[in-house]
């Protein structure tokens, strides 16, 4: 069971490996030109879109170096091996999404309302030239990334910079646009902002979907009643308890439980429930610890339960049993 589950993640992370290195090379080259055309354009919404583009290269960087970390063995120290380091390059992703919208709202702030800020001038053409370019590459970004942001928290935390940066490319385009036929240079500014409004709950919600993971809380497309009543209507299931639901990383759920016997062989009884809830919920990582039904409810405490320890010692220990497929 445990190399079936590593396979299908282990395949599924060499392709949006190679979707993310593609979409690092294209976001490097226009975040240079972003960069020399809003200096040489005076355009603040052009400058943002850069420094979100900066955050874009750091991020994709940092998720492919993850997913390249993640296919590092698993070791007596590292049980579950490192798919938590996607985990991790998502947390800092979503984080490093806020700051740079806070730091774009901020930049809006000061251009609006500082000294000087009516008289300020933006040379809209080849703002436009460099938004429209901008558009062509995030679009193409957008389309690469768009499958594996719904698979992984890491791809989804690059999908979601690129997607802000297409926002960005749109509205630069509209403010140029805009500029170009009335002189209104101040909408530069009101865009930008916009473009800093429309990242933060996308990276909010990215955050906590990360923080979900870390904390090991039930994966929300799981239903733990609905698991818990299907395992206790296979045939020989008296009861379920101690039941466990979370992921090692994205696509990856694991689960365990405690399930006492009404008296059907424990090994029968362990292999339907395995493939029951391997069939039905996809998860493939299950341990399960089959009890006859006057088994002593010894692994059913928690650890401030006065029963799970002995005098002079630490922990009761006990053995459970592994459900794999067969």
């Not at 774009?104 to 300020?120: C, E, S, V």
């Not at 436009?128 to 590459?137: M, R, Y």
């Not at 069939?279 to 006859?292: K, N, P, W």
Request: charged share 15%; net charge negative; with cysteine.
């Amino acid at each position: 069971m445990h190399a079936h589950a590593d396979a299908n993640h282990t395949s599924h992370a060499s392709g949006s490996e190679r979707r993310l290195l593609i979409v690092l090379g294209i976001t490097v080259l226009y975040m240079l030109a972003e960069v020399v055309g809003g200096i040489l354009t005076g355009s603040l919404a052009l400058l943002a879109d850069s420094g979100h583009m900066l955050g874009d290269v750091l991020g994709l960087a940092m998720a492919v170096a993850a997913i390249r970390f993640a296919r590092r063995p698993a070791t007596a120290g590292k049980t579950y091996g490192f798919y938590r380091a996607e985990i991790l390059a998502a947390l800092v992703n979503s984080v490093a999404l806020i700051v740079v919208a806070a730091w774009i709202l901020y930049a809006a702030w000061q251009r609006l309302n500082g000294p000087g800020a009516a008289d300020g001038r933006v040379d809209a053409l080849p703002m436009l030239v460099v938004a429209s370019g901008g558009l062509v590459v995030t679009l193409g970004a957008v389309a690469l990334l768009q499958g594996g942001a719904e698979k992984s928290l890491n791809v989804r935390g690059a999908f979601l910079e690129v997607l802000g940066d297409l926002l960005g490319s749109v509205g630069t385009i509209v403010a140029a646009l805009i500029i170009l036929k009335t002189g209104w240079s101040t909408v530069d500014s009101l865009i930008s902002a916009l473009i800093g409004v429309f990242i933060i709950p996308r990276a909010w919600g990215l955050l906590r979907s990360v923080v979900d993971v870390l904390l090991e809380s039930t994966p929300r497309h799981l239903d733990m009643p609905r698991i818990e009543a299907t395992m206790r209507a296979v045939r020989g299931v008296e009861s379920v308890h101690d039941l466990h639901l979370w992921s090692i990383t994205s696509g990856f759920d694991a689960m365990s439980a405690h399930v006492r016997a009404n008296g059907r062989e424990s090994e029968e009884v362990l292999h339907d429930l395995v493939s029951t809830v391997r069939d039905r919920f996809g998860i493939e990582h299950i341990t399960l610890q089959v009890e006859a039904a006057d088994h002593a409810d010894d692994g059913a405490c928690c650890v401030a339960d006065p029963r799970c320890f002995v005098p002079g010692g630490g922990p009761r220990a006990y053995v459970g049993q592994t459900g794999r497929p067969h």
